[in-house]
């Protein structure tokens, strides 16, 4: 199933990653309404899937990339949770 990220007024897309679970599902990425934080979980095992093309919402807008830390160059997806935390690696 294909998801449609909300956009604003100005038909720009809230941030969304890409589902660690599968490596695919594009999934919003919540934030406190009381904190404007960004919602996050602790993960030192992140997710094995891996992917040089950014997955899309309905919408045709991809998800949020992180550059490797390991080179400065290659592409990361974005791992967020089902419960919409984006995952972090704290070690």
């Known amino acids: 199933m294909v998801v449609s ?3 604003d007024a100005n038909r720009q897309q809230m941030i969304a990653g890409t589902l660690d679970t599968d490596g695919q599902t594009v999934v919003p990425i ?3 309404p ?3 934080a960004i919602k996050t979980a602790s993960a030192t095992t992140g997710s094995s899937f891996t992917s040089t093309t950014a997955q899309r919402d309905a919408n045709r807008k991809t ?3 992180g550059v490797s830390s390991a080179d400065g160059i290659t592409p990361i ?3 967020v949770n ?3 935390e984006v995952l972090i ?3």
């Open 34 to 36: 009381s904190t404007h």
């Open 77 to 79: 997806y974005i791992a």
């Open 89 to 91: 690696d704290i070690t």
């Open 82 to 84: 089902s419960s919409g």
């Open 63 to 65: 998800v949020i990339w």
């Open 5 to 7: 990220i909300p956009l």
């Open 30 to 32: 919540y934030a406190n």
